[in-house]
C-alpha cells in the first residue's frame, strides 16, 4: 500500500528549526486558516520547495471520504478513530468524516474529509506531530509548558492542560520586559540550558479575547474539546524571542481565589513534574495515531525509548542548572503575572554584581 500525494493549486511551506514540513492544498480557506496559525515558520517565497525538497508532506483535499479505503473491521480503536497499519502507512478512519493516511517510512501522507473545520483541526495536529517528531531527531524537545523570556533570560511554566496559560501569557506580555517563546510549545534544546522559539496561534475562552481587535480573532471548533478563540501570531509578533537560556522553572497549580504564592520547591520535585509534559508528552497538541510504532513493533517501540531517554536528561539537565518554583495561581490573570514579575525582578537584581 502507497501514498500517492498530488499536486496542489496551493503550497505552505514550514520550517520548524530545520524541520522542513510541507502542507498542500486546492482550498484557499483552509490554506489560508493554516498560515495564520504557522505564520512564525513560513518559508519565504524565495526559498519554497513545493514540498520537493521536505520533510515530511501532507496533503489536505476537501472531498467525501473513500469507503472503500475505510479501515473497517481490522486494526485498533482509539478514542473516536481506528486506526489500520500496512507496512509502514498508517490510516486513521474519525469516525467516516475524516481519512488520514500516512507513509511513516516516506513522510508523506493525505488528509481527506468534507468538514473544513474538522480538516482545519486534523490538519494543524498532524503538521504539529510530524515535525514534532523530527525535531526530537534534532535533540529538540517539545514542552507541553508556557515558554517566556524576561529581560533576556527565559523560563518555563508547567500548568495543566487547560489550566490558563495563553491567558497568562497576554498578561505577561502587557508588562516590561517580558516575550514569548510560546505559550504551549516551547522547545528545550538537549543540553536542557536554551529554550527555543515555537509560537502557535493562542486559543482563549471567549471571554478571555476580550479586547484584542477582531481582526487577528478566529473561531476555532473543535471536535472534542469545544470551540476557541484563535489569536493570530500577527497580534503578538514584535514580542516573540527567538531563543533565551533557560533560567527559571515553575511547577505551577491553581488555588481558586485564594492569592497567588511562590515558594522555592527542590530539583527532584522539579524534574519529577517534567516528566509527563516533557518525557511522556502529555498535553502535546498532536495526532497521537501518528505517535504509535509501525510493524514490527519492537525497533519502534525501541526507538520511542531513546527518545524518552534523550527527553529525560534534557529534563534533569533543565532541573540542575534552573531556579526552581512552585506557583499556586489564582483566578486573577493580572495578579498572577504581578506576582512572576516581581519575583524575576528581584531574582536579576540579587544575581547583578
Not at 518555563?156 to 497568562?168: I, T
Amino acid at each position: 500500500m502507497s501514498v500517492t500525494v498530488r499536486s496542489a493549486a496551493r503550497v505552505l511551506d514550514l520550517d520548524f528549526h530545520g524541520a522542513a514540513v510541507s502542507v498542500l492544498c486546492q482550498d484557499s480557506d483552509l490554506v489560508e486558516r493554516l498560515a495564520r496559525d504557522f505564520a512564525y515558520f513560513i518559508l519565504p517565497d524565495s526559498r519554497r520547495s513545493g514540498g520537493t525538497a521536505a520533510d515530511s508532506v501532507l496533503e489536505v483535499r476537501v472531498e467525501p471520504v473513500p469507503q472503500d479505503r475505510l479501515p473497517r473491521g481490522q486494526g485498533l480503536s482509539w478514542r473516536s478513530a481506528r486506526i489500520s497499519t500496512k507496512g509502514s502507512v498508517r490510516s486513521v478512519d474519525y469516525g467516516g468524516q475524516a481519512l488520514l493516511v500516512y507513509d511513516l517510512a516516506a513522510e508523506r501522507g493525505t488528509l481527506c474529509g468534507p468538514d473544513r473545520d474538522l480538516l482545519h483541526e486534523l490538519a494543524y495536529l498532524a503538521v504539529l506531530s510530524r515535525a514534532g517528531d523530527l525535531l526530537d531527531g534534532q535533540g529538540l524537545h517539545r514542552a507541553h509548558a508556557l515558554g517566556f523570556s524576561f529581560r533576556g533570560r527565559g523560563g518555563l511554566l508547567f500548568l495543566p492542560m487547560n489550566g490558563g496559560k495563553s491567558r497568562l501569557a497576554l498578561e505577561l506580555l502587557s508588562r516590561p520586559g517580558f516575550a514569548l517563546l510560546s505559550d504551549d510549545l516551547p522547545l528545550i534544546e538537549a543540553h536542557g540550558r536554551t529554550l527555543r522559539a515555537f509560537p502557535l496561534r493562542l486559543g482563549l475562552r471567549g471571554s478571555d479575547a476580550a479586547g484584542i481587535p477582531e481582526s487577528f480573532v478566529r473561531t476555532f471548533k473543535r471536535r472534542r474539546f469545544g470551540v476557541k478563540r484563535l489569536v493570530d501570531v500577527a497580534y503578538f509578533q514584535d514580542r516573540i524571542a527567538d531563543r533565551a537560556p533557560l533560567d527559571w522553572i515553575f511547577v505551577a497549580s491553581r488555588n481558586g481565589a485564594q492569592a497567588p504564592s511562590l515558594v522555592p520547591c527542590s530539583k527532584p520535585e522539579a524534574a519529577s513534574s517534567l516528566l509527563a509534559p516533557v518525557v511522556l508528552g502529555l498535553g502535546l497538541p498532536q495526532v497521537l495515531e501518528l505517535m504509535l510504532p509501525p510493524p514490527p513493533f519492537i525497533p519502534g517501540s525501541l526507538r520511542l525509548a531513546r527518545i524518552a531517554g534523550r527527553r529525560l536528561a534534557a529534563c534533569l539537565r533543565a532541573a540542575e542548572q534552573a531556579e526552581c518554583s512552585r506557583l499556586r495561581l489564582c483566578d486573577d490573570p493580572a495578579a498572577n503575572a504581578d506576582l512572576m514579575a516581581a519575583y524575576l525582578e528581584a531574582d536579576l537584581s540579587k544575581r547583578s554584581p
